[in-house]
Structure formats: structure tokens, C-alpha cells
């Protein structure tokens, strides 16, 4: 089968304005679900695309499907499109879906503010120099953080240009009561731009998010941790701060949160043994919204969510090459 472009019928359909949704009243709240696009849909990936549009759902808030593909290295476009198309199969759909690297022009804006702030410098260090200190996230001190690009000379500049914080302890809001707060002098000074050119996961999604007047964002708590850094970055950029909401991850069997790069099942291996409606049924059993076994579509579940229904706690996912099976990794969380 070909892959899908994101100009196809298929990949257009996925939109919320096919089932009515453009031409009414915008909500206030806008949220969005922004995959990277290195690699297939998998368990993960679908957990907490049907965790996001839930959310917003049940909110009548607007959702976009952002598709993060600014790494040139491990992005690929078949990816961005095969994704939109498996999202539409499990049955999500959107009000809106862009490509990150679509908003070039507005990356770059950005960093035109942060040099004319003086925030910008160069930091041709290697990454064993700045392990000096103890830490890979200590700042280097060898004088770089003193060496201002002044504004339209980031554009000239073939090295990575980090973006210098002041010190501060920072403490985004998590409506689930997630401990957040961070010393950015821990954090470091953090690259925002590349020395390939590509621009940071951290500075686009701050500018991309305020673009869109995204109000919450609903992800996986091992993104938790980029919170404070992207709060200060909307500090220094006069943007306004969402709401954070930080759910449960599929673990592979080292523990890890299950990810295209610890090798998780992709979806073209689950469908031929899975209908939409089961595989929808699967992840919802691993986040307590209902009983294991059990087969249902993303809007049948919208009934009666809320956040207090969902699993707090990891789960533990295997796939035997048929089937998927998962454990707690909490035992005193283990009820729906």
C-alpha cells in the first residue's frame, strides 16, 4: 500500500470539519496533540492521542494536530502522513492539523525577539566540556554566555545558539497536582537552535502553541520535566502560559516509556489482529476507563470521562506477535 500524502482525501478527512465541526461558534479553549513524526504510530502514540482528544472533547474545546517533524535527521514526511491516517482509524479527528515546519517564518521571528533582548549567543562547545561541573546541565562558563549576537546575526552564525536564562526557581501549573517546580539555574542555558539550522523542540512548540492560542495541553508525564524551561521561555517571550495536564505512560519491559526508539509494536502489526474498536478498548482498559476486554470507539467513551476516572499509575505493555497484554506497574492503582 502507498503511503498517504498530507494532501490526500484519507489524511483530509481526519479533520473535525468533515463531521460538522467548522462553522460553529469557536470554543475558548483550544488544545492540541503534537507527535514527533520519526517513526510509525504505536501503543503510546495512541494512548495519548485518545487521552488529548478526550480531554478536549468532553470540553467542546478546539483541537489541533500539530505534527512536530523539525528534526531533519529522523523525520520523515511518509511518518507525518501515516500518522494522520492512523489517528483517523483508531477515530480522531480534528479541527486542524499543520506541520511544525510549516511555521518557519515565525521560529524565526522568534529568535529576531530573543537576539534584540540580548538572550542570544553561540555555543560552540562540545558536550564534554560542558559536563564540567558535574553535570550535563551546568552552564559552561568559559565566557560564551557573554557573547550577545546582536539582532539578524543569529542568521549569519554557523554555531548552536543557546538561549541565556536568569536564575530563578519556576513553577508551571499541572491541574492533576503534578509537582512541576524547577531551578533554572539546574536547567542550564538551553539551545534553541541547532547547529544543523533546525530550530529547538523547546522554543517551536512555545511559539507554535501561542500561534494557535492553545490553552491546554494534555501529554505524557515524561514531558513533564520540560515545563519549567518552556515557562520561561513564554516569560522571556511575553507569551501567555496554558494549562498542563500530565497522564500515564505504556512502559516496555526495561522500564522504559514505550517509544518508536526502544522499538514499540507499530500499528501496521496490531491491525491486522485488532479492530479499531478493540484496540480502543485496549488502551482504555490500561488507563481505567473500562473493564479489560471490552470494545468501544473513542466518542462512546466521551459519556462519562473525566480525568478522575483515568489510571495515575504506568503500565507495563508486551505483544507476543497476536496479542497485547498489560499490567499495573502500581498494584494499589490497579482498579478502573
Given at each position: ?251 516496555e519491559a526495561r522500564g522504559a516509556k514505550l517509544a518508536k526508539l526502544h522499538g514499540a509494536v507499530a500499528l501496521a502489526d496490531l491491525r491486522p489482529h485488532y479492530t479499531a474498536p478493540q484496540l480502543c478498548g485496549v488502551l482504555a482498559a490500561c488507563a481505567g476507563l473500562v473493564a479489560p476486554g471490552t470494545s468501544c470507539t473513542p466518542t462512546q467513551l466521551l459519556a462519562d ?32
Open positions: 500500500m502507498s503511503t498517504p500524502s498530507l494532501r490526500s482525501p484519507r489524511v483530509r478527512g481526519a479533520l473535525h470539519g468533515r463531521y460538522g465541526g467548522y462553522g460553529q461558534p469557536m470554543a475558548q479553549e483550544r488544545a492540541r496533540f503534537a507527535p514527533s513524526t520519526t517513526g510509525p504510530a504505536h501503543p503510546g502514540t495512541l494512548l495519548a492521542g485518545l487521552l488529548c482528544w478526550l480531554d478536549a472533547r468532553s470540553r467542546q474545546a478546539r483541537l489541533l494536530l500539530r505534527l512536530e517533524d523539525l528534526d531533519p535527521q529522523r523525520c520523515r514526511p511518509e511518518f507525518a502522513a501515516a500518522l494522520v491516517v492512523d489517528l483517523a482509524w483508531l477515530g480522531l479527528d480534528w479541527d486542524e492539523v499543520e506541520l511544525q515546519s510549516a511555521a518557519h517564518a515565525r521560529h524565526a521571528a522568534a529568535l529576531d525577539q530573543l537576539a534584540g533582548l540580548g538572550r542570544l549567543y553561540p555555543s560552540p562547545a562540545s558536550r564534554a566540556e560542558r559536563l564540567q561541573g558535574g553535570t550535563q546541565l551546568t552552564p559552561y562558563d568559559n565566557g560564551e554566555r557573554q557573547r550577545s549576537l546582536p539582532p539578524g546575526g543569529w542568521r549569519q552564525c554557523p554555531e548552536p545558539l543557546r538561549l541565556r536564562l536568569d536564575a530563578g526557581v519556576v513553577s508551571p501549573c499541572d491541574e492533576g497536582g503534578l509537582e512541576l517546580t524547577q531551578d533554572l539555574a539546574v536547567l542550564g542555558d538551553p539551545i534553541v537552535r541547532r547547529r544543523d539550522g533546525a530550530v529547538s523542540y523547546q522554543l517551536a512548540v512555545v511559539v507554535d502553541d501561542a500561534a494557535w492560542g492553545v490553552s491546554r495541553i494534555v501529554r505524557g508525564r515524561d514531558i513533564a520535566p520540560s515545563s519549567a524551561l518552556q515557562m520561561a521561555l513564554r516569560a522571556i517571550l511575553g507569551l501567555p502560559e496554558p494549562l498542563y495536564r500530565h497522564h500515564l505512560l505504556l512502559c470521562f473525566s480525568w478522575q476516572r483515568v489510571r495515575r499509575a504506568d503500565c507495563l505493555l508486551r505483544w507476543d506477535g497476536r496479542l497485547l497484554a498489560w499490567t499495573v506497574l502500581d498494584a494499589s492503582d490497579a482498579a478502573p
